[in-house]
């Protein structure tokens, strides 16, 4: 179609209508729409009077136009299970990225207390591996652009329009690994008008954002749009033994767009986005009583019985160097053109990151039990698509061809010391504490020897360079002016190369003290036990196989991914729907298995849905139903029986899963100024063939997820207060219990006999209200996330307890308020 400026009317009406109602936990509403919607008229009821809305307007509580389908329509005439978050409800909530309210989205849980290293999970199914040898079976895309790697998948909102939260398998509408579902964000565009707003927030905790973007007309044909954020905070958690804040945000973002409408029907759109997260690591908080003595050893093994409780228990971390940073930049370029029969699409991409994230694995202060591990990556990435889109009265279409290419290297390190190795020795290998028990024979002869302090390094290095080729196709067939047909089809390449590299370990100091016992004769002279523990430790512990040999894999995996849709009209207001899809997710590799690797993940997805407004009484109801099987489901599970060391790693483990599950979504709107939301969702998610790494069966077992979650909310405005208006907004979340298996309590999800509660159910409750001036040149809010400080324990990390003996848990932070204000020009 010709790219050109929309009619006033249109425009007027949008101005008018924006703002009234508001956004339930993700779910689409009037107040929302973002730009693009195109609004009925506007009815003449005094908005003063607070009465029976026309009825018309329920017609607009769907009337958000999204992407989701590869093509603009309105949200309500989409078949698919679409949950939409906009920058109405972003800025209600007072939230920075989509972690920070995925709980008013049921069904989607992003686990973001390492923002480097995040997990996404829609209707249960979740990629827990952080490693450059998968990917995640969310698929996020920015601008249409796949954010491959977890490490640069949760960026912070910079001018954010709408977030698009696509429920089940997507394989044919975006380009990789979308098999459990999309989270399609979508920014915004340059316009023709010079304006600017700038906010600030301040809050509790040492809260400090503020954000600003202008948007400058440069001529007739071009505009420039420029954001920038800065968050900070001084964190909720202090060290007892340091004072070191944990907890903190230290994150600054800016985003460049330029557009250029070269003809009336081509527009190149080229975008520059950056961003630099400096912080503190996730606190690991130790369950176990010690004391002060920092050369006291933990009991061992550990008694759950006696754990502290987390969200009471002092906070003691140790890792030398500890930080979590992110540095990201990636360009787009986007050029449209205009036929009169379609219109053309290419979009290039490059993103890179650097991410460096070492925090403390053990959760205590004790120098015998020091644990740290450290995750650094570098990533580039390419991406070019071409894109063809075009309707006719028999059929809207869309077309193209893919190509992505990326180059990754990560470091997986673990950093002990050489009293932690005793520890170690004592308790997996039975054999007391040697390294002390030398050292002290050495100062009892006046020896100036020890071999205790010592630091002690393993790492493992890893190189992908991954390629993947598409050709996709998704035709809606009008078949009648009430059924509509959809069928599409993906087809996928995707040419892996991986390798692994277990460096020798490094101990310099240590290794220099026994090279000197042995120049000067004192070797000899040790009991034959005593060299035998020095022979044992002159090579790797954590990492003992394959040590300084390069290991390779290359793999190529191809699949064809379709889905049916059959849509229904039953009236202009209900549309019913049944679709049949499947889903796709290549193979990959574990950085830490050397020589891994797993076959690509497939699902295939039944559901059936409705999407219906009822006019007369204000009233919006969707839902759906959907049962899917899922094949090869890969996930990060502890294997507390690491091969010859006794050390427990993180595996990756495959499963086979299935579910069945309700979404709905409820919207009513009785007055002109009030607004009710509703959304929720039932899932039933287990193991139809899994094993976990300790060897147990899970077959028939659920995999963890809950049975429900759900939101609710309630805005109200009051119009001429103080010459403006006053809008009050209390937005509800509730996630259910973690559902428990076998294998749940080494992975920290449930552990029966604890003296605090773990993988309970999960309430947060969101409140703000605000007074805006007429038109909204500037404004004033109070707001508060988790008003009611609702804190929970969400997990436990057993890495170290079968070692050391020390469990750490993780909890989720305070209650959060603050004050905005915010001025437009």
Known sequence: ???????????????????????????????????????????????????????????????????????????????IALQIVTAQQIDTLAATDLSKMDIFVPGLNIDASQPTQ??????????????????????????????????????????????EVLKGPQGTLFGRNAAAGAISIVTNEPTDKFEGDARIRIGNEGQRYADALVNIPINKDMALR???????????????????????????GSRIVYRWNFTDNTRMLLSWDHERLNQPPEPAIGLIPLSNDTNERAPFPADPSTYLNPLHAPLYNDAIGAAETRTFNGVTLRIDHSFSWGELQSTTAWRGFDTF???????????????DTTNIEHNNSW?????????????????????????????????????????????VYGVGTPLTEISQAFSALGLPYTLLG??????????????????????????????????????????????????????????????????????????????????????????????????????????????????????????GYASITKGYKAGGYNSVQIGSTFAPEKVINYEAGIKSVFPEQNVLVNASVYYYRYDNMQSLALDPNSPSSG????????????????????????????????????????????????????????????YFSGAASVAYTWRNVANGDLRFDLTQGYRGPTRCNDDSRLQGNCVPGLPFPLGTSQQRTDARIGWSSPGDRWGVALYGNNVFNKRYVTGINNISTSVFGTPFASISPPRLWGVELRAKF
């Not at 390190?413 to 004592?426: F, G, K, P, V, Y």
């Not at 990492?543 to 849709?565: C, E, H, L, Q």
């Not at 086979?656 to 998610?685: M, R």
Request: aromatic share 10%.
């Open 1 to 79: 179609m010709t790219i050109r400026p929309r009619p006033l009317s249109v425009c007027l009406r949008q101005l008018l209508f924006g703002g009234s109602v508001l956004l339930l936990g993700g779910a689409p509403l009037a107040a929302f729409a973002d730009d693009q919607a195109t609004a009925a008229p506007q009815d003449n009821t005094s908005a003063n009077t607070g009465t029976q809305a026309n009825p018309d307007k329920a017609k607009l509580l769907g009337n958000v136009t999204v992407t989701a389908q590869s093509r603009s329509q309105e949200v309500q005439s989409v078949p």
């Open 118 to 163: 995040p997990t996404y999970s829609i209707r249960g199914i979740s990629t827990s591996n952080f490693g450059i040898g998968t990917e995640s079976a969310v698929g996020v895309y920015v601008d249409g652009v796949y954010a491959a790697r977890s490490g640069g998948s949760l960026l912070a909102f910079n001018d954010v329009a709408r977030v």
């Open 226 to 252: 420029v954001s920038v954020l800065d968050n900070q905070s001084d964190g909720w958690i202090k060290d007892a033994a340091t004072g070191q804040h944990y907890g903190k945000n230290d994150d600054w």
């Open 357 to 371: 994230n070492r925090g403390d694995y053990d959760g205590t202060n004790h120098v015998v039990t020091y644990l």
């Open 383 to 427: 991406y070019q698509e071409f894109k063809l889109s075009g309707n006719t009265d028999l059929m809207d279409w869309v077309g193209g061809v893919s190509y992505y290419q990326e180059q990754a290297r990560q470091t997986s390190q673990t950093n002990i010391n050489t009293d932690s190795l005793d520890t170690l020795a004592q308790n």
């Open 454 to 575: 010592d630091p002690w390094h393993e790492a493992i290095s890893n190189d992908g360079n991954f390629k993947a080729y598409a050709a996709f196709g998704d035709v809606i067939w009008h078949i009648t002016d009430r059924f509509d047909l959809t069928t599409g089809l993906r087809y996928t390449r995707d040419e892996k190369e991986f390798s692994w590299y277990n460096m020798p370990r490094s101990a310099p100091q240590f290794d220099a003290t026994v090279a000197a016992l042995k120049q000067t004769g004192i070797y000899g002279f040790l009991p034959p036990d005593a060299q035998a523990v020095l022979a044992a430790f002159s090579g790797n512990v954590i990492f003992p196989t394959d040590v300084g040999v390069p290991a390779y894999a290359s793999n190529t995996w191809n699949n064809w991914s379709p889905r049916v849709v059959a849509s229904y009209k039953f009236t202009p207001d209900v549309m």
């Open 647 to 706: 050390v427990p790693i993180y595996v990756v483990s495959s499963s086979n899963q299935e579910a069945k599950g309700l979404d709905f979504e409820v919207q009513w709107q009785p007055l002109e100024n009030l607004h009710f939301g509703l959304v929720g969702a039932y899932i039933d998610s287990k193991y139809r063939n899994a094993t976990a790494p300790d060897g147990v069966d899970l077959t028939g077992q659920p995999t963890g997820a809950p």
